[in-house]
């Protein structure tokens, strides 16, 4: 029969159609067999035995096209044998690898795999190798580790970034807060011999709280570039998992990661989704990542975690575990605010370097923008650079950003913080046990709002 012919074309196709019907495809493969196409029949062949292993018919005719028969038992020597493909399908008989050839056995083509001469069974393994790069595998899959059988020294899952250029310098304004920084965490590391003498301890971390916006992470990321320290960003979703004990698991690696790398900064961002009251948590597993996080803290001042500096954030301290902010842990605490004159001078200096803007007027903006945060001042400068490209492309000529358009902006930005200071109020009068939010009680007098 022709390689070509309709009928081979015929089935092609419906095997195409029908990709795991096993005995139309041994059908074909038999017809190319006959057609004098035996790397076709294999590949055929080879493609059925992965949906159907243990098919007599489909070995039996893979012996054919690789070129070998299967011989009579050793027993029927005398009666006349019958072409593998003519015997029902059987399970064939176990193979030895290991039997060596006896000298009446004739040799086989050195190109074809040969039968195991004791068991009169087809070398199925040598066949393998030789057809094995015909039909390539589907998928390729690792090899499976057991959980914790990972080599310590392997990368790490978490990114850590390396201590960067930011340094308190870099943090316009805020004067009160760099002061507090230093007094309270910077300088006992800066100094371990002063430490030493006045027996200050570096037991537990530094909770910056706040209305959001206001560059609670840039200072964290600038107390790392104090100290020189990597930088291990933690958020909510990179601790909670939806398995039970993976959260944990997540939380304590996180802090392994640090101690590997140390000396490291864990910043860990909204601790009250991280850290929420355990008894306001229904959720099991919530409460136990909250108890795995008070146990790396209580750890920060053993041997094993020296370089480890923990600093939290969070817009809503009142909402985090009280546990977590006992002594020991994260009782150091400091408000950042709105940023001050000076901050805001600095933050709309940087917005606005890289625009066209001519005759800004920086100190008359800087009073217009008192209470808008730092993210508010970036949106102002966003807002005043669509204002003059939306002009220049009505007019047709391109014009610089200018006063006109930045206090027009200014007057069209809501400060973002007030809803926070709305709550925050609240909290201040009715909820200040053992002077915990003096600094926010005094700020909202300072500014009437309380």
């Known amino acids: 029969m022709s390689e070509d012919s309709p009928l081979i074309r015929s089935l092609r196709t419906a095997v195409e159609s029908a990709p795991t019907d096993v005995p139309l495809r041994l059908h074909l493969a038999g017809l190319l067999l006959e057609a004098g196409q035996a790397d076709a029949a294999v590949a055929e062949v080879a493609v059925a035995l992965q949906h159907a292993p243990?098919?007599?018919?489909?070995?039996?005719?893979?012996?054919?096209?690789?070129?070998?028969?299967?011989?009579?038992?050793?027993?029927?020597?005398?009666?006349?044998?019958?072409?593998?493909?003519?015997?029902?399908?059987?399970?064939?008989?176990?193979?030895?690898?290991?039997?060596?050839?006896?000298?009446?056995?004739?040799?086989?083509?050195?190109d074809q795999p040969a039968p195991d001469p004791r068991t009169g069974a087809f070398d199925w393994r040598a066949a393998a190798d030789q057809v094995g790069d015909v039909i390539p595998p589907r998928f390729v899959e690792a090899p499976l580790t057991?959980?914790?059988?990972?080599?310590?020294?392997?990368?790490?899952?978490?990114?850590?970034?390396?201590?960067?250029?930011?340094?308190?310098?870099?943090?316009?304004?805020?004067?009160?807060?760099?002061?507090?920084?230093?007094?309270?965490?910077?300088?006992?590391?800066?100094?371990?011999?002063?430490?030493?003498?006045?027996?200050?301890?570096?037991?537990?971390?530094?909770?910056?709280?706040?209305?959001?916006?206001?560059?609670?992470?840039?200072?964290?990321?600038?107390?790392?570039?104090?100290?020189?320290?990597?930088?291990?960003?933690?958020?909510?979703?990179?601790?909670?998992?939806?398995?039970?004990?993976?959260?944990?698991?997540?939380?304590?690696?996180?802090?392994?990661?640090?101690?590997?790398?140390?000396?490291?900064?864990?910043?860990?961002?909204?601790?009250?989704?991280?850290?929420a009251k355990r008894s306001r948590t229904q959720h099991s597993g919530m409460r136990n990542t909250v108890n795995q996080l008070l146990t790396e803290l209580d750890g920060i001042d053993s041997a094993a975690n020296d370089g480890v500096f923990v600093l939290a954030a969070t817009?809503?301290?009142?909402?985090?575990?009280?546990?977590?902010?006992?002594?020991?842990?994260?009782?150091?605490?400091?408000?950042?605010?709105?940023?001050?004159?000076?901050?805001?001078?600095s933050i709309l200096r940087y917005h606005l370097k890289e625009r066209p803007v001519e005759n800004v007027d920086l100190g008359k903006l800087v009073k217009a923008t008192d209470g808008l945060s730092g993210a508010d001042l970036a949106h102002l400068c966003e807002s005043a650079a669509e204002r003059a490209l939306l002009d220049s492309a009505r007019t047709g000529t391109v014009r610089m950003i200018g006063m006109r358009d930045l206090l027009a902006a200014a007057r069209q930005t809501v400060p973002s913080t007030e809803p926070w200071f709305a709550s925050a109020r609240n909290v201040a009068m009715y909820a200040n046990e053992g002077g915990t939010y003096d600094d926010l009680v005094a700020y909202l007098k300072k500014k009437r709002k309380l």
Not at 83 to 106: E, I, L, R, Y
Not at 319 to 340: H, K, N, Q, Y
């Open 54 to 110: 243990g098919d007599g018919e489909a070995r039996a005719l893979m012996a054919r096209a690789m070129g070998a028969f299967v011989p009579a038992p050793a027993s029927a020597v005398d009666q006349p044998s019958a072409p593998a493909a003519d015997q029902p399908s059987a399970p064939a008989p176990a193979v030895s690898t290991d039997a060596a050839p006896t000298p009446s056995a004739p040799a086989p083509p050195t």
């Open 146 to 275: 057991a959980e914790g059988s990972g080599d310590p020294g392997d990368a790490a899952a978490w990114d850590v970034d390396t201590p960067g250029t930011i340094r308190l310098a870099d943090v316009g304004g805020m004067r009160e807060v760099k002061e507090r920084l230093e007094a309270a965490f910077l300088a006992p590391m800066r100094n371990p011999e002063l430490r030493k003498l006045y027996g200050k301890s570096l037991r537990g971390g530094l909770l910056l709280y706040g209305p959001p916006g206001c560059g609670k992470t840039f200072i964290a990321r600038a107390i790392a570039g104090e100290l020189g320290a990597g930088f291990l960003s933690v958020s909510v979703n990179d601790v909670l998992d939806m398995w039970i004990g993976n959260s944990e698991r997540n939380m304590h690696e996180i802090f392994q990661t640090a101690r590997r790398q140390a000396p490291c900064v864990v910043f860990l961002d909204e601790l009250d989704a991280l850290g």
């Open 315 to 345: 817009n809503a301290p009142w909402d985090v575990d009280i546990a977590l902010r006992r002594p020991g842990r994260l009782d150091r605490t400091l408000l950042v605010l709105p940023p001050d004159a000076p901050a805001r001078e």
